[in-house]
T-cell receptor, first 113, second 114 residues
Framework: EDQVTQSPEALRLQEGESSSLNCSYTVSGLRGLFWYRQDPGKGPEFLFT???AGEEKEKERLKATLTKKESFLHITAPKPEDSATYLCAVQSNSGGSNYKLTFGKGTLLTVNP | GAVVSQHPSWVICKSGTSVKIECRSL??????MFWYRQFPKQSLMLMAT?????????EQGVEKDKFLINHASLTLSTLTVTSAHPEDSSFYIC??????????FGPGTRLTVT
């Protein structure tokens, strides 16, 4: 069974204070690792998909990296508008739908001005 | 691009009634759509996967007779919660994709059963 563990559960930063969120995963065969941002009362917003260890992707102040066991979402000089819950999900080669995503519980990021 | 809509955005119904939620891909054709449920401060739990023109595949523990899913076209899937009870109150979110590597989520539907 695929498993995704995100840490920390909650993170408070001051504006401009860089940090990283962690996503550890266990899958039989990784097809892709996804990062989403979710604002309260809304659906997740797609950020990145990573496919293989060593891959990195960037978008504005966010940078996602991937190893064989975990992924990091680095936030550089965050702003208050980056406050949200960040969700990590994996898609595996295990039986069933190849499209199925297994989500972690998320990290609630709060950036104070 | 890659916009997914849901309707309604929130609904309140009485216990015992049925509620239908629509999920539409607005600017692409979705071969597969997914329905998730999210309880407060919990992550998304996949309920079922639907492919256009075929029966939905339900996750273990999800009652297929209670949560009816119809994927009538490449742009529309519906979830009907039959004989809703207060424990069915939750945030229901659909997603759609046209490849196995991209999934885009709708804004969600807040269901409250009184």
């Amino acid at each position: 069974e695929d498993q995704v563990t995100q840490s920390p559960e909650a993170l408070r930063l001051q504006e401009g204070e860089s940090s990283s969120l962690n996503c550890s995963y266990t899958v039989s065969g990784l097809r892709g690792l996804f990062w989403y941002r979710q604002d309260p009362g809304k659906g997740p917003e797609f950020l990145f998909t990573l496919y293989s260890a060593g891959e990195e992707k960037e978008k504005e102040r966010l940078k996602a990296t991937l190893t064989k066991k975990e992924s990091f979402l680095h936030i550089t000089a965050p702003k208050p508008e980056d406050s949200a819950t960040y969700l990590c999900a994996v898609q595996s080669n295990s039986g069933g739908s190849n499209y199925k995503l297994t989500f972690g519980k998320g990290t609630l990021l709060t950036v104070n001005p | 691009g890659a916009v997914v809509s849901q309707h309604p955005s929130w609904v309140i119904c009485k216990s015992g009634t049925s509620v239908k939620i629509e999920c539409r891909s607005l600017d692409f054709q979705a071969t597969t759509m997914f329905w998730y449920r999210q309880f407060p401060k919990q992550s998304l739990m996949l309920m079922a996967t639907s492919n256009e023109g075929s029966k939905a595949t339900y996750e273990q523990g999800v009652e297929k007779d209670k949560f009816l899913i119809n994927h009538a076209s490449l742009t529309l899937s519906t979830l009907t919660v039959t004989s809703a009870h207060p424990e069915d109150s939750s945030f229901y979110i659909c997603s759609a994709g046209w490849t196995e590597y991209e999934q885009y989520f709708g804004p969600g539907t807040r269901l409250t059963v009184t």
